[in-house]
């Protein structure tokens, strides 16, 4: 099992950047991929970001291409997403979610941290 916690998450103004964080215990090892999703009230959840965790074949949802930026640290067991020029409709729940090796789906999820960005 992974546990997976993340943190960060506020109210910004439209323009401001912030930085999310997610903390990963419990068998690392198994990790293959992980990555950040995000869910608005009335909508689906949706990949925002995500990336192999030995590194490469980074993924970025076209809605932050340019604007998010995805860094893990396999050493440290976190997995960072820096958010730049926010806009009031990246308001969501952010979830941080890893994919074990041998898995065909994101198997683990933390409870989210909320992102507020007033216009």
């Known amino acids: 099992q992974v546990q997976l916690a993340e943190s960060g998450g506020r109210l910004v103004q439209a323009g401001d950047s912030l930085r999310l964080s997610c903390k990963a215990s419990g068998r690392t090892s198994s990790i293959y991929s992980m990555g950040w999703f995000r869910q608005s009230p009335g909508k689906e959840r949706e990949i925002v970001a995500t990336m192999r965790w030995s590194g490469g074949r980074i993924f970025y949802a076209d809605s932050v291409k340019g604007r998010f930026t995805i860094a893990g640290d396999s050493a440290k067991n976190t997995l960072d997403l820096q958010m730049n020029s926010l806009r009031p409709e990246d308001t969501a729940v952010y979830y941080c979610?890893?994919?074990?090796?041998?898995?065909?789906?994101?198997?683990?999820w933390g409870q989210g941290t909320q992102v507020t960005v007033s216009s």
């Open positions: 979610a890893a994919e074990p090796f041998g898995g065909t789906q994101y198997e683990y």
